[in-house]
């Protein structure tokens, strides 16, 4: 899983910037609109490859799948530089558009390939009794700094949440 958010975050964030960042940077220079454009088609590959893996996933097993998958990531991170340097690619106008697609959709079309088998190996890890609080906890006890502020601003308070958390323990009012 951390190859996949690894791959999630490059292949969405870090990859716009470098490729829209002025060339004397050290970056690509690429017209804004445009690479959007490109990133756009590619994600498209991402949803194609969810059912087409899980097809695959239950017919070869979702661990084989998933094993499989990160290796091929872990060799796609290692071809970065063959795939997206500057001097290999072009910068500005020159860059070459189709490669830089190839390297989006190869990015995109891995990560697919790992979501499908993903959301049915996750749950498989825990018994079927505590599957829902096993993936869930850590969402609903998660620091106060990372929940969605309401409408009017406030959290609830400490105790409050220490309360949600302790119903999950099955001890109230225990974090």
Excluded: H
């Amino acid at each position: 899983m951390l190859a996949t958010y690894g791959l999630f975050y490059i292949m969405t964030t870090w990859i716009v910037t470098y490729a829209v960042q002025p060339e004397t940077v050290g970056s690509l220079g690429y017209d804004y609109q445009s690479f959007l454009g490109l990133q756009i088609v590619s994600i498209v590959l991402f949803a194609i490859f969810i059912p087409i893996v899980s097809k695959l996933a239950d017919r070869f097993g979702r661990r084989r799948m998933l094993i499989t998958t990160t290796s091929g990531i872990i060799v796609f991170g290692l071809s970065f530089g063959l795939f997206i340097g500057p001097e290999v690619l072009g910068t500005g106008a020159d860059m070459n558009v189709w490669q830089m697609f190839a390297f989006l959709s190869v990015g995109m079309a891995l990560m697919g390939l790992t979501f499908g088998p993903m959301s049915a190996y996750l749950p498989e890890l825990f018994p079927t009794n505590t599957r829902y609080t096993g993936s869930g906890w850590p969402t609903t006890c998660r620091p106060s700094s990372v929940q969605r502020r309401p409408a009017g601003g406030q959290l609830p308070g400490p105790e409050l949440q220490g309360a949600r958390c302790g119903l999950l323990s099955g001890v109230p009012g225990e974090a």
